[in-house]
Nanobody, 123 residues
Framework: QLQLVESGGGLVQPGGSLKLSCAGS????????VGWYRRAPGKQREVLGC????????TMTDSVKGRFTMSRDDAKNTMYLQMNNLRLEDAAEYYC????????????????WGKGTPVTVSS
């Protein structure tokens, strides 16, 4: 079973930036579909970005496109979520997830999930 551990959450002011990390073990993340998700209080969990197996460019959801970017460092077996121009409504618990091996899409039924890292946006 692929294990995922998120880190990098914290408190940031509106307009600020934060970079989340998700370390995978013991299998290579590049063999999986990997995605970033978040769940805000009182809301359903939503997918923010997804990189399917064999894909080069991740797909970001419209609500964060242009502000959030997703990347993966295969040498470190870690994926990242760079969040810029954060808004109050971005406050949530952020999760990484993976499906596969050789998964192609990111759904709410991913096989492996991290425990989450909190992001608070407040002035």
């Amino acid at each position: 079973q692929l294990q995922l551990v998120e880190s990098g959450g914290g408190l940031v002011q509106p307009g600020g930036s934060l970079k989340l990390s998700c370390a995978g073990s013991p299998y290579p993340l590049k063999a999986y579909a990997v995605g970033w998700y978040r769940r805000a209080p009182g809301k359903q969990r939503e997918v923010l970005g997804c990189l399917g197996y064999g894909e080069i460019n991740p797909t970001m959801t419209d609500s964060v496109k242009g502000r959030f970017t997703m990347s993966r460092d295969d040498a470190k077996n870690t994926m990242y979520l760079q969040m810029n121009n954060l808004r109050l409504e971005d406050a949530a618990e952020y999760y990484c997830a993976a499906d596969g091996p050789y998964g192609s899409t990111c759904t709410q039924l991913m096989a492996s999930w991290g425990k989450g890292t909190p992001v608070t946006v407040s002035s």
